[in-house]
């Protein structure tokens, strides 16, 4: 089984609907990210999380809203979808005691909103 | 923040060495530099770091310039699975802080037989 699952794999969507990607992890890590991923503007940050009463902003966070509900699972929400959130959506972890802070990434959401 | 350079595409042939280039001209004392690649249709996957010294592991080495301004991700023979798009990553080690995590568009790594 995989240390990060993301869930869903695939969604397609209407626009103005909302919408969550849910993320959980078995690796007993502390922070948790969340990131799109775009064609050719490779990954950008969009929350973060360094633990369960720790929400933080990233590069793009307008539009989208999270939720950490325990230390092991971390929501990405859309409120209102539109067509230019379309794209791959990466849940992460990593480990602050961990030597360089290595980040462990799920397998990916793709959304699409139509 | 401190940024990665790295060129836009690399090919090599299968059985071959390959050294992969990152240019980070700004890095800070407290960066650690890393490496992570992404394989169609999977997340990104960790492969190496390193702070000043050269780094070993099963799937690559770091080199790491004396000033740490430049390091290269060194695949000792390529295969075909290591098709690939490869981030070089600058991580700072002590605040943890996840806004200066900047993949950029990293190298994408051709491999032929």
């Known amino acids: 089984d995989a240390d990060v699952t993301q869930t869903p794999r695939n969604r397609i969507t209407k626009t103005g609907k909302r919408i969550m990607l849910e993320c959980s992890q078995t690796k007993g890590h502390d922070r948790m990210y969340w990131y799109r991923q775009d064609p050719g503007l490779g990954l950008r940050l969009i929350y973060y999380s360094f633990d369960v009463k720790d929400i933080n902003k990233g590069e793009i966070s307008d539009g989208y809203s999270v939720s950490r509900q325990a230390q092991a699972k971390f929501s990405l929400s859309l409120e209102s979808a539109i067509p230019n959130q379309t794209a791959l959506y990466f849940c992460?972890?990593?480990?602050?005691?961990?030597?360089?802070?290595?980040?462990?990434f799920g397998e990916g959401s793709w959304l699409t909103v139509v | 923040d401190a940024k990665t350079t790295q060129p836009n595409s690399m090919e090599s042939n299968e059985e071959e060495p390959v050294h992969l280039p990152c240019n980070h001209s700004?890095?800070?004392?407290?960066?650690?530099i890393h490496w992570y690649r992404q394989l169609p249709s999977q997340g990104p996957e960790y492969v190496i770091h390193?702070?000043?010294s050269n780094v070993n592991n099963r799937m690559a080495s770091l080199a790491i310039a004396e000033d740490r301004k430049s390091s290269t991700l060194i695949l000792h023979r390529a295969t075909l699975r290591d098709a690939a798009v490869y981030y070089c990553i600058l991580r700072d080690f002590y605040t943890g802080t996840a806004s200066k995590l900047t993949f950029g568009t990293g190298t994408r790594l051709q491999v032929t037989l």
């Open positions: 700004t890095i800070s004392g407290t960066d650690y």
């Open positions: 992460a972890t990593s480990d602050r005691t961990e030597d360089g802070n290595t980040i462990y």
């Open positions: 390193g702070l000043t």
